[in-house]
């Protein structure tokens, strides 16, 4: 074969081959294209798109059990506004007992309704030692007519308006008496009010008469604050928790002062987690030991 035939053929041979490899090549690219995501033309470019992200499903925490019930009255309020608010900031649902013959009693009472708050009628009693230990101005007295305690005790009732309840303060003598107890227990029913016994005698016959005529009834567990003493405090609430612990639900009472407010801000986390904190109300006759 001539030269240039030669040179002709493998021209011609070559040009195959890229003719076959460029199809080949071509068919790669098609195929592989098939398999990608449908895309979105834009601005002359393709842009993937791509499944959506799956969310993290988010497990709802385990319920914890019940924990036992811990109610805490503040009494005497009236006197100190200022620790008043101080307690109201622990954000805890604390259960308050004012005193109506108290300096500033008014504004207490205008303090706690504005929060949304319960508080009670903290209503001064004759004690054991009387005259010498002083209950204060409109105490009901054993020597007082069954017609002097209603009177004085729908007083107190009207200076603390909103009052869900009342407590006795002080009153070691007058609760011992079935008969004055009586009478001033009549009033309280007639408001649709319930009592708190805060048992300052183990005398008493308060919460029993209160159980006995249909009143609202609940009796005080633990004090907190006999001793001003902040560790002293500070171990009283963890006996409280503890009671609570033993019989699911405890009462304890402390006073507005400013040493219990920081006790029980120092122990309030650490108690959480052993009780739940709630109202006195929500534990009124089925506080029974």
Same mark, same amino acid.
């Given at each position: 074969m001539p030269k240039k035939g030669k040179k002709r053929l493998r021209l011609v041979w070559f040009a195959a081959l890229f003719i076959a490899i460029t199809t080949l090549l071509l068919f790669l690219i098609k195929l592989k294209n098939r398999n990608r995501p449908a895309g979105v033309k834009t601005e002359n470019r393709i842009i993937e798109v791509l499944p959506p992200i799956a969310k993290p499903v988010h497990e709802k925490p385990a319920k914890h059990k019940n924990l036992p019930r811990l109610a805490i009255v503040?009494?005497?309020?009236?006197?100190?506004?200022?620790?008043?608010?101080?307690?109201?900031?622990?954000?805890? @649902?604390?259960?308050? *007992?004012? $005193?109506? %013959?108290?300096?500033?009693? #008014?504004?207490?009472?205008?303090?706690?309704?504005?929060?949304?708050?319960?508080?009670?009628?903290?209503?001064?009693?004759?004690?054991?030692?009387?005259?010498?230990?002083? @209950?204060?101005?409109? *105490?009901? $007295?054993? %020597?007082?007519?069954?017609? #002097?305690?209603?009177?004085?005790?729908?007083?107190?009732?009207?200076?603390?308006?909103?009052?869900?309840?009342?407590?006795?303060?002080?009153?070691?003598?007058?609760i011992q008496n079935k008969n004055k107890m009586q009478a001033f227990l009549a009033v309280l029913k007639e408001h649709n009010l319930f009592f708190l016994d805060s048992e300052t005698t183990s005398k008493t016959v308060g919460w029993k008469l209160a159980k006995y005529d249909g009143v609202g009834f609940a009796r005080r567990d633990i004090f907190l604050d006999n001793v001003k003493n902040l560790r002293y405090i500070e171990n009283q609430l963890f006996k409280a928790a503890n009671y609570a612990k033993l019989h699911k639900v405890a009462i304890a009472i402390g006073h507005d002062n400013p040493i219990t407010e920081e006790a029980l801000a120092e122990t309030k986390d650490e108690l959480s987690k052993q009780v739940d904190f709630v109202e006195v109300k929500t534990v009124i006759n089925s506080h029974i030991r």
């Amino acid at each position: 074969m001539p030269k240039k035939g030669k040179k002709r053929l493998r021209l011609v041979w070559f040009a195959a081959l890229f003719i076959a490899i460029t199809t080949l090549l071509l068919f790669l690219i098609k195929l592989k294209n098939r398999n990608r995501p449908a895309g979105v033309k834009t601005e002359n470019r393709i842009i993937e798109v791509l499944p959506p992200i799956a969310k993290p499903v988010h497990e709802k925490p385990a319920k914890h059990k019940n924990l036992p019930r811990l109610a805490i009255v503040i009494d005497d309020v009236g006197y100190d506004n200022r620790t008043l608010k101080s307690f109201i900031g622990l954000d805890l @649902p604390l259960t308050y *007992a004012i $005193l109506p %013959n108290a300096t500033e009693y #008014k504004q207490s009472v205008d303090i706690l309704r504005e929060a949304h708050l319960d508080y009670l009628v903290h209503m001064p009693m004759q004690p054991e030692n009387y005259p010498r230990i002083n @209950p204060g101005d409109n *105490a009901l $007295l054993i %020597n007082m007519s069954d017609s #002097k305690i209603r009177n004085l005790t729908e007083e107190a009732i009207k200076k603390i308006p909103g009052a869900i309840g009342a407590n006795n303060h002080m009153g070691s003598a007058f609760i011992q008496n079935k008969n004055k107890m009586q009478a001033f227990l009549a009033v309280l029913k007639e408001h649709n009010l319930f009592f708190l016994d805060s048992e300052t005698t183990s005398k008493t016959v308060g919460w029993k008469l209160a159980k006995y005529d249909g009143v609202g009834f609940a009796r005080r567990d633990i004090f907190l604050d006999n001793v001003k003493n902040l560790r002293y405090i500070e171990n009283q609430l963890f006996k409280a928790a503890n009671y609570a612990k033993l019989h699911k639900v405890a009462i304890a009472i402390g006073h507005d002062n400013p040493i219990t407010e920081e006790a029980l801000a120092e122990t309030k986390d650490e108690l959480s987690k052993q009780v739940d904190f709630v109202e006195v109300k929500t534990v009124i006759n089925s506080h029974i030991r």
